[in-house]
């Protein structure tokens, strides 16, 4: 069974050995499940998608929506597995089964910041447990042979102790580590502190993907520039523009990225309702799901924030769609950076992006 996951080791080891950066979509809970993976395919997509998280304890059986992620993969491109939780034998046992599968590695998840989580020590909160994320990486790297990743932010509530978590990371012969740059008590507003990421490149013995605010092409290459990592994962920048990896591709073949149309980004939302959209899924749900999307693209298509209000607002498909089409029907190009449209406390996960 475990050699169903070599052609994507191979693939992944194939553009690691490149010089061009990395590209990885971000696993986003909810957000970058398989329909979405296959929708930004169709844009020129990452070259590695990692799975939205297998929450792993005692009693846990990895969650079939995401297995089927791996298993029905038809974009072409490798695929890790993101793990959440801190029970040893349990993490143990689920990255065995999830080897099975043809996936290119695992990943254990250092930086979830919700509370309910955080506050069982996992995700973001195992980085206050150094010592446990020594005996997790050190069972996990003995229990399976194909790659093992972290995606980790800089500390809890300092980064103080990065320099600490460096050297933990460093023991154990890891493939890959994301360093998303703020702590877990920043969430996903503060600035993003590129020069930590920096070191994490300069000191660990395996590549570096630079996380945290990356919206546009040049931005890419200039984060690659300011870390000197060998790659990049994107998540809300990809959201919004989901031409970005194609967009970065062009930018490190010397040409200028092509800018999408009003139009084409109007085509972009009616694929993304299609994509979402279940036969068991409810019209209410529907539009539920599609806002979460809808957050990060409404920062990019106006300033005044009257799009992401009424996008909000909308309780029907129809709704949404007279909205698209009222700022949409154009063919003038549209960055899709993130404008300054006012943002509330709530808008924590919309965050600010620059
Ligand atoms: C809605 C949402 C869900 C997320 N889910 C996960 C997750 O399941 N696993 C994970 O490691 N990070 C998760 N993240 C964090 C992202 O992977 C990424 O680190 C963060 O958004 C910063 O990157 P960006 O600025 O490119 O979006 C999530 C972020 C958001 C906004």
């Not at 065995?96 to 506050?119: K, Q, S, W």
Request: hydrophobic share 45%; glycine share 8%.
């Amino acid at each position: 069974m475990i050699a169903t996951a070599r052609p994507a080791v191979a693939a992944l080891d194939q553009r690691l050995a490149q010089l061009e950066p990395v590209l990885a979509l971000a696993p986003m809970q909810d957000v970058t499940d398989l329909a979405f993976w296959r929708l930004i395919h169709r844009y020129g997509g990452p070259d590695v998608y990692f799975t939205e998280y297998f929450r792993v304890y005692a009693t846990s059986v990895p969650e079939k929506w995401i297995v089927r992620s791996i298993t029905e993969n038809s974009t072409g491109r490798p695929v890790i597995a993101q793990l959440i939780g801190n029970d040893i034998p349990a993490l143990v046992r689920t990255a065995r089964f999830l080897e099975t599968l043809p996936v290119a590695g695992i990943d254990l998840n250092l930086g979830c910041p919700a509370p309910v989580v955080y506050r069982k020590c996992a995700g973001g909160g195992l980085l206050r447990d150094l010592p446990r994320i020594d005996a997790i990486l050190a069972a996990l790297r003995a229990a399976i042979t194909i790659k093992l990743s972290v995606k980790t932010r800089l500390g809890f509530d300092s980064a103080a102790g990065f320099d600490e978590l460096l050297t933990v990371l460093a023991r154990h012969s890891l493939d890959l580590v994301t360093v998303h740059g703020r702590t877990v008590a920043e969430m996903y507003r503060s600035l993003v502190q590129y020069e930590l990421i920096a070191r994490a490149a300069a000191r660990l013995p395996c590549p570096v993907l630079a996380n945290g605010n990356v919206h546009s092409a040049a931005h890419a290459y200039e984060v690659v520039r300011r870390t000197g990592a060998r790659g990049l994962m994107i998540g809300r920048g990809a959201i919004r523009n989901p031409w970005i990896f194609a967009q970065i591709r062009q930018l490190g073949r010397g040409e200028t990225p092509r800018l999408p149309t009003g139009r084409e980004v109007l085509a972009y939302l009616h694929a993304l309702c299609e994509a979402t959209a279940t036969p068991e899924l409810r019209e209410q749900s529907h539009v539920q799901r599609l806002k979460k999307y809808l957050n990060y693209i409404g920062l990019g298509v106006e300033a005044t924030g009257r799009f992401l209000d009424r996008a909000r607002r909308a309780t029907s498909r129809a709704q949404l769609f007279h909205l698209f089409a009222e700022y949409l029907e154009h063919d003038s190009p549209l960055p899709l950076e993130p404008l300054p449209v006012p943002l509330g406390q709530r808008d924590l996960l919309a965050g600010e992006h620059r």
